[in-house]
């Protein structure tokens, strides 16, 4: 598989401020990494698609500047949720490919942002 | 764009029955179907995947069966055990690295004692 971490795993923060979320892979270069979200008992939607060294790819309905992503490093994707308000409230998760081929994905743990 | 139905949304069994998850898929252009297992508040894990030039793939308890004719594809649990309670998801995906998954809505599966 692929190990990837996420940092923080959870934060609380107050409508208006800015959150950012590490999305690492450990053991893999990782050119393409995949940012979601989901909701309580919901799936995951796809936000973005972050490509190492180029502007990330958002899916329809994203806001780009409200969520923005940087690929600086085949180690190291950034999600910032800028001016953040109670409905960001959700669990978001990045994704990589790994060793088992361009198609399988593997999940970092999740980050929990509550915007109060 | 994509669209991938699973079904259904909740599932029940005794510890030991089998469970039987199932997804349609609309692109037929989608040739890779991966099923994962998330347990409240932590990440979706790969548990078995297929290709579209196979149509059958067993894993000890778990085997997953794709019909391209029909764009459906299932998961198969057998003996059941109540660690494998947890929502499972299906999804769908293009070849290609850059491709993106398309996700089910999600099946709360619960293994009774």
């Known amino acids: 598989g692929a190990v990837v971490s996420q940092h923080p795993s959870w934060v609380i923060c107050k409508s208006g401020t800015s959150v950012k979320i590490e999305c690492r892979s450990l053991d893999f270069q990782a050119t393409t990494m995949f940012w979601y979200r989901q909701f309580p008992k919901q799936s995951l939607m796809l936000m973005a698609t972050s490509n190492e060294g180029s502007k990330a790819t958002y899916e329809q309905g994203v806001e780009k500047d409200k969520f923005l992503i940087n690929h600086a490093s085949l180690t190291l994707s950034t999600l910032t949720v800028t001016s953040a308000h109670p409905e960001d409230s959700s669990f978001y998760i990045c994704s990589q490919k790994g060793w088992a081929g361009e198609d399988t994905q593997y999940f970092g743990p999740g980050t929990r942002l509550t915007v109060l | 764009g994509e669209n991938v139905e699973q079904h259904p949304s909740t599932l029940s069994v005794q510890e030991g029955d089998s469970a039987v998850i199932k997804c349609t898929y609309s692109d037929s252009a989608s040739n890779y179907f991966p099923w994962y297992k998330q347990e409240l508040g932590k990440r979706p894990q790969l548990i078995i995947d297929?290709?579209?030039?196979?149509g059958e793939k067993k894993d000890q308890r778990i085997a997953v069966t794709l019909n391209k004719t029909a764009k459906h594809f299932s998961l198969h649990i057998t003996e059941t055990q109540p660690e494998d309670s947890a929502v499972y998801f299906c999804?769908?995906?293009?070849?290609?690295?850059?491709?993106?998954?398309?996700f089910g809505t999600g099946t709360q599966l619960k293994v009774e004692l």
């Open positions: 297929i290709r579209s030039n196979v």
């Open positions: 999804a769908s995906k293009r070849g290609g690295g850059g491709n993106k998954l398309t």
